[in-house]
């Protein structure tokens, strides 16, 4: 269920709590009312959390001026964040005429609710009743409750798409990126090796003696008498292994032997192990071609991250301080 608790503590707060009309801020004349300060902040479902794991530190929340100021810092904190997502929906309409509208946002939320139901295969009435256990009311309420946040961030979707729409990549940058940064399209030389790992080098000699008798197979004997847990139930397979730097001698081994050779008793950290190749990749390396999709994307998501972080610390920075903001707490 933890899921569910971090989506369900994630800006709502208990039913319980008095949802006070008191103005505790304005943005250009827009009122944030102390009822959205509570449900972002969900210090008292906080508290209540705090309560159950840690009694002393939530007396100390409560009755010690170190705590209270702490709070009270931290809702300070949570309605600045609330003024930003109000502006920010300011200047979406003002500059780019969007604007979300809270039947929008509720329909995004029940959205929302219904793929996590799937994914946790409850129904509505269970979740409700988690819900009502937890002192956040009904599915509805919850629901409702979840608009404030879910509309602000569909609202910087919007406008962070709008803000970075003129971000292009041209076929010679992809070019340019792609010669600059060769050796990280490059695919070393790769082998597929199986392992038997056992406790003595004279149980390995054994066990090598009928494999090359042919009395059982190779990754008959890994599935049989491998010490190695996570792999003998797969023959011994250990994946593919690139080529290094610096390998220890049996790995440059490996690589030098063909496919089926059995390389070993080899000491190792774990024990004594025997080891078969059963394929193996050449070096290799993405052709422009084949990069130029992934090179696109990752370029393309640098200029729109710039684009983004300029517009912040110019446009709406500025719109900010144009903007008449009043804290009433």
Do not use: C
Not at 91 to 109: F, G, R
């Amino acid at each position: 269920m933890v899921g569910i608790i971090s989506f369900a503590a994630s800006g709502t707060t208990p039913v319980s709590t008095p949802a006070s009309a008191m103005v505790v801020a304005s943005v250009n004349g827009e009122p944030i009312y102390a009822s959205i300060l509570q449900s972002a902040a969900n210090i008292g479902q906080t508290l209540m959390a705090i309560r159950k794991v840690n009694p002393k530190m939530y007396q100390l929340l409560l009755s010690s001026k170190a705590g209270t100021d702490f709070l009270k810092a931290y809702n300070r904190a949570v309605l600045d964040d609330l003024v930003n997502s109000v502006l920010m929906e300011q200047i979406a309409l003002k500059d780019y005429n969007i604007q979300v509208t809270e039947k929008e946002a509720l329909n995004k939320v029940k959205e929302q609710v219904a793929k996590m139901l799937a994914s946790y295969n409850i129904t509505k009435e269970q979740f409700s009743q988690y819900l009502q256990s937890q002192g956040y009311g009904n599915i509805e309420q919850f629901e409702k409750s979840s608009v404030f946040t879910v509309k602000f961030s569909m609202t910087v979707e919007l406008l962070r798409k709008a803000v970075t729409s003129s971000a292009t990549v041209s076929n010679e940058e992809i070019k340019q990126y792609y010669n600059a940064n060769i050796d990280s399209f490059k695919t070393p030389k790769q082998i597929n090796v199986e392992h038997i790992m056992l406790s003595s080098e004279a149980s390995a000699n054994k066990i090598l003696k009928e494999i090359k008798s042919n009395a059982i197979t190779f990754e008959s004997a890994a599935a049989k008498y491998s010490l190695d847990v996570q792999t003998k139930n797969k023959n011994g397979d250990i994946g593919w292994i690139p080529e290094s730097k610096n390998m220890p001698s049996y790995e440059v081994k490996l690589f030098n032997a063909n496919i089926e050779d059995i390389i070993g008793p080899v000491k190792t950290s774990y024990g004594w192990e025997l080891f078969k190749v059963i394929g193996k990749k050449s070096a290799s390396i993405k052709s422009l071609a084949e990069a130029s999709k992934e090179i696109r994307s990752t370029l393309l998501s640098k200029k729109q991250e710039k684009l983004w972080s300029d517009w912040l610390n110019s446009v709406f920075k500025k719109f900010k301080s144009n903007s008449k903001i009043k804290i009433m707490i």
